[in-house]
């Protein structure tokens, strides 16, 4: 078997885990990782990421920045906290996700998966605001076809299989959306956040 030759197009940064350390909301607690991999094992999103969060803490104190900054774990984590209960070193793995992402979006690594993002977040709080509840299909559909129409086609047929066994098993149901019972309450309160927001930005 032969060894495979080193990439040398990687350029590595080792002065980035002292930057996360001191710049990124709880990275301070990540040398206390000793990679036992629990949270990757706990991360119910880990198929859907580039590395688990043990990989990625690795990947910053091997100084791999582009790497890192680039990587889809940012984005993909649902902020379970699972991660966070099970580390045995009390690493604040979610924060540590979260910073990185914005921190990512701030230094220009994320600018396309950050619009993205702000159009699912759209789509979501569209549902939310409509129906007092998220509907799950729904908020997909806006959110896909936001995309553009083709990627809508495209991103709804991927998924077509999945959203059938969801039905099929009563996780996902047909017919009008779900109604929230107190709408007029729910408006309410809708309206005194974005008074409060309102507040908050004008100061
Ligand atoms: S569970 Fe905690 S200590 Fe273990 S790899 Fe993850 S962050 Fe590191
Ligand atoms: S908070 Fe994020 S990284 Fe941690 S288990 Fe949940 S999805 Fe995975």
């Known amino acids: ?18 930057w996360v350390y001191d710049n990124v909301n709880g990275g301070d607690k990540m040398a206390l990782c000793m990679q036992c991999g629990v949270c ?35 984005w993909n984590c649902t902020s379970c906290y699972r991660c966070v209960v099970r580390c045995p070193r009390g690493v604040p793995v979610t924060y540590i996700l979260q910073d990185l992402a914005a921190k990512a979006v701030e230094m220009g690594y994320a600018s396309a998966q950050a619009t993205e993002n702000a159009k699912f977040a759209k789509s979501f709080w569209w549902s939310a605001r ?3 509840r998220t509907d799950e299909r729904l908020v997909t559909a806006l959110y896909y076809f936001s995309l553009g129409f083709g990627e809508g086609i495209k991103r709804g047929l991927a998924n077509l299989k999945i959203a059938l066994g969801m039905v099929k098993t009563g996780r996902m149901h047909i017919g009008m959306p779900h109604k929230v019972k107190d709408a007029k309450g729910l408006k309410a309160i809708l309206a005194k956040a974005a008074e409060i927001e309102e507040r908050g930005s004008g100061s």
Request: charged letters at 20%; proline letters at 7%.
């Open 1 to 18: 078997m032969t060894t495979p030759a080193p990439d040398t197009t990687k350029t590595y940064d080792l002065s980035f885990a002292k």
């Open 40 to 74: 990757s094992g706990s991360c119910p999103i880990g198929v859907q990421m580039d590395y688990g969060p043990r990989k990625l803490f690795q990947m910053i104190r091997a100084g791999m920045k582009e790497d890192v900054m680039t990587s889809n774990t940012l």
């Open 130 to 132: 409509t129906w007092g």
